[in-house]
Structures are given as structure tokens and as C-alpha cells.
């Protein structure tokens, strides 16, 4: 099963953030410098994972949590989660069994043009003719970035390596593909990543 959970960061005010913080024992801004939306996404992504994982039953604290040398959070021994964060919302998935990917985006306008090395030849038409290119771009943006995720690297690889081929894709010469599952979300488009068909999701949209 997978489970996506999301929070809406201007839902939760100032004071309910450092409360929070406290609870789940993570520092203050290190710096007075640090933009207080940055710092709000910190403390409420690391609560998401709690709570996915906990909704897979895998009793984990915030000093589980480690980084990767992408720098993706990880948990050691428990299962994959992936984060995710676009305007106001924040957004995470866990997946019992296998690697997971998710991201997210804001519908917006874009001075679409300039994103066209991320994409293949076929890829670029789609976007060019569709009714509204940006958000043409933005579906396609998360289903690559949501791949790149799952694999691991991230953003290490360039977008133009994932080929998109309907509801699978694959990186480069690799053959072995990624099943993407797009999911509607008023105002974002989003899409998962995984190496297997999901059958089942649980969504949870979560207010501190």
C-alpha cells in the first residue's frame, strides 16, 4: 500500500511550528537569517514522515532520519518515503515494499520556452500543442523529477535522461521501467514514482 500525506504550510501558524519542533526535538533556526516558510517546510516534512510511516505501522523518531549523499532523508532498515514541497503545500509518500518517488507542483504560468533541453523531441510537441503549455510542462516536470527521486539520484541526473513513455519511464539505457501514478490535487499536479503498479493508495491530508 502507499501512502501519500500532505500539509498545508499557511494552515499552520508560527507558534504551532516551533511547538512542534520542540515536540519532535529538532532545533531552532540556525540562523536569524533563515526564512521562516523555509524553516516551517523543515519541521513540517520531518513531521510527514513520521506520519506515514507511522500509518505503515514503523515506529521511527526525526533522529532516525539520515541523509543520503544526494541528499535525500532516509530512514536505515524502514521503508522508502519520498518529500516534496511547491507554494503552500508540503507533501509525502511511503511505500511499504520497494523504492518510491514523489513530487509536486504548483499550476502556474511559466515562460514555458526556456525548459525544452528537459525534454525529448516527442515530449516537446505534447507540451507545445496542448490547450495550456504550462501546465502541460508541470505534469510532465513532476512525472520525470518524481522518477529521478525514486532512483535515488535526484537532480544529480538531468531531466532529459528520463524518457516518458505514457504511464512508465525509464532512465537512459536502462531498461527496467518506473510505473508513474499521477494524482489530482486542486491548484498542483503531482505524480508518484515506483518500480511495481501501486493497487492501493491512503491519502492523508493532515493539519498540525
Not at 500539509?7 to 516551533?18: F, M, W
Not at 513520521?50 to 505503515?56: A, I, P, T
Request: aromatic share 6%; glycine share 6%.
Amino acid at each position: 500500500m502507499l501512502t501519500v500525506a500532505c500539509v498545508n504550510r499557511t494552515s499552520t501558524s508560527p507558534e504551532a511550528i516551533q511547538t512542534l519542533a520542540q515536540r519532535l526535538g529538532l532545533p531552532g533556526p540556525l540562523q536569524p537569517a533563515v526564512e521562516p516558510s523555509h524553516y516551517a517546510r523543515h519541521v513540517l516534512g520531518r513531521w510527514l514522515i513520521l506520519q506515514v510511516l507511522q500509518d505503515l505501522q514503523v515506529p521511527v523518531t526525526v533522529a532516525d532520519i539520515r541523509t543520503s549523499l544526494y541528499g535525500r532523508p532516509y530512514i536505515p532498515a524502514a521503508p522508502a518515503f519520498s518529500l516534496s514541497h511547491s507554494h503552500d503545500l508540503i507533501i509525502c509518500a511511503a511505500l511499504r515494499h520497494g523504492p518510491v518517488g514523489i513530487d509536486i507542483e504548483h499550476l502556474r504560468p511559466l515562460a514555458w520556452p526556456a525548459y525544452q533541453q528537459a525534454f525529448s523531441q516527442q515530449e516537446w510537441g505534447a507540451v507545445v500543442t496542448a490547450a495550456c503549455p504550462s501546465e502541460a510542462l508541470l505534469h510532465r516536470w513532476t512525472q520525470k523529477e518524481s522518477v529521478l527521486k525514486a532512483d535515488g539520484r535526484g537532480l544529480q541526473l538531468p531531466l532529459s535522461s528520463v524518457a516518458l513513455h505514457g504511464l512508465q519511464a525509464t532512465i537512459g539505457e536502462e531498461p527496467q521501467p518506473w510505473h508513474l501514478l499521477p494524482l489530482a490535487w486542486q491548484g498542483y499536479t503531482v505524480c508518484v514514482s515506483t518500480r511495481v503498479p501501486v493497487q492501493t493508495v491512503r491519502f492523508k491530508d493532515l493539519v498540525v
